[in-house]
């Protein structure tokens, strides 16, 4: 009788700790989430289209620098027309014409 006992609490405890680790991770994917959505609504970037880089299930879309070659994920890439640049100085530099670094 003692040793089913212990079985039943042992199985109890592990499921109690099974439940605590699921809600951990819903509630910080809640609030990376959040944080995701915060950023998205504020602080636009010049130029950029706040449709691009939409996230889907697998994450967020990566778009490449038409200057440099870096791939960025297309929140943080400056849209200009249809190309997309890491920051001002490189779409600059691209509409001046100067050469890739």
């Given at each position: ?19 605590l680790v ?24 010049e ?55």
């Amino acid at each position: 009788m003692g040793k089913l006992l212990s079985w039943v609490v042992l199985i109890a405890l592990g499921y109690l700790a099974f439940r605590l680790v699921a809600i951990s991770q819903r509630r910080r994917a809640a609030s990376r989430q959040a944080r995701q959505g915060q950023r998205a609504g504020s602080g636009a970037r010049e130029g950029r289209d706040p449709k691009e880089g939409a996230a889907n299930e697998g994450g967020e879309m990566m778009v490449q620098c038409a200057h440099c070659g870096v791939f960025l994920p297309a929140s943080d890439a400056l849209i200009d027309g249809q190309r997309a640049f890491c920051d001002r100085a490189h779409r600059d530099a691209e509409r001046a014409g100067k050469p890739r670094e």
